[in-house]
């Protein structure tokens, strides 16, 4: 007898504030049998487990994924080797599930490491992505200002990429986006002064998430706080008056 | 006797897909007195207006926002002031007032034009953004591929934008957003073929809506639709299994 296999859904359930969740994932997150939610090895809570709590109703199971906080591509792999069994078994029971992931699925979510995994183990399993409000849509809306403009570019680019690639896209585009700024935040203003360009500075710490920081004026502002759920936003944020 | 002033919600729909609104953009929707939808003078439909119709109810007042597709700055900001002062009257009679825009509110939207005439004339108004998809995160999800992972870079670039400037952002980005890219298609594989890139392209057009079209390989692709509404994704697409 052939029975249904159950689908998996990687949803990403925006920077923080619930109502930035989609309708899409709302509902997704409503359907499923089985909630997978990442943690870190660090023992921190799972914010994106926090934003999505109140949608969820007492029969979803709720089952917590951990990955090792390395950079050894063995130990990642290794890991998400075994978290992909855990998911194939509830697929095969027919049962759907979904992996939620903070801000956007499609921007620097650990769900493709799983969808990769499974992949490899089972390309029979059905696996839809759902997007998400990325973080830095979220900051800029919150500011009021826009990201780009007109024939404008933007880029996006974590802080831990490094000084001469930062250097170069400060030089080259209107608008950029460092992500993971917090922790290397003097760094980052030292960076931006050298390029010209903290003036054109805004930093937004723990978008939509309860300790919410706005620093419009990133040149005038004082000490910060260093949080790995930051952002600096260089660009259209003083060039124009929005 | 002071009366309540009304609040102009900027709000992005998405790409295409109804589902694809946010919950507080849903909520906004349903919540304001006047709808205001941009439509340009050639007379198309708004694309915006077809997506969140159904959310809304009869007692609600539609608004067309028209705007001259011109590239002249005096015409444009000459048409966004008469709009802000047809906007100003509703929220000077203590309507609510939502604007939508297609995608993101913050990235290439009109919405802050107006704001910005709005702001001129009345910096009494208060004015909120509502984050919306970004088209390129939709067109990723549908393509099930990561836009980026771990230190990359994102760039998202107009294909108006230039060729001297899209060359560059080719040699130095892992991942590139080449948005409105049909109608000058041709240029752009001609570009990336030149760049070495052509085999990493995939093109997604009218994402979520009608007619939508996914190529995730572009270098073998015959004759494509050039819409308006389309983009080219290079990087991840095609170097990592996913």
């Not at 249904?4 to 859904?9: C, F, N, S, V």
């Not at 460092?178 to 390029?195: H, S, T």
């Not at 919410?212 to 600096?232: K, M, T, V």
């Amino acid at each position: 007898m052939m029975t249904r296999k159950g689908k998996l859904y990687g949803v990403g359930v925006g920077p923080g504030e619930p109502e930035l969740l989609t309708l899409k994932a709302a509902r997704i997150l409503q359907e499923v049998a089985v909630v997978f939610f990442p943690r870190g090895d660090k023992g921190e809570q799972s914010l994106a487990l926090q934003i999505v709590r109140p949608l969820l109703h007492p029969d979803q199971e709720l089952r917590e994924v951990t990955f090792p906080m390395t950079t050894s591509r063995r130990a990642l792999e290794g890991a998400w080797r075994e978290v992909a069994q855990t998911v194939t078994a509830v697929l095969d029971a027919g049962r759907d599930a979904a992996f939620i992931t903070m801000g956007d699925s499609t921007l620097y979510s650990t769900f493709f490491y799983l969808k990769r995994a499974l992949r490899e183990a089972r390309p029979d399993l059905e696996v839809e992505t759902v997007p998400g409000i990325p973080s830095f849509s979220a900051a800029a809306a919150l500011l009021s200002r826009p990201l780009a403009c007109g024939r404008e570019g933007l880029a996006v680019v974590p802080a831990t990429r490094g000084r001469a690639f930062l250097r170069q896209v400060l030089a080259t585009f209107e608008n950029v986006v460092i992500l993971k700024a917090g922790p290397v935040l003097e760094e980052m203003r030292n960076l931006l002064a050298e390029a010209g360009r903290l003036e054109e500075a805004a930093y937004v710490c723990r978008c939509g998430m309860p300790g919410q920081l706005l620093e419009e004026n990133l040149a005038a502002a004082g000490e910060l706080p260093g949080d790995y759920f930051s952002l600096i936003l260089v660009g259209n944020f003083s060039r124009s008056k929005f």
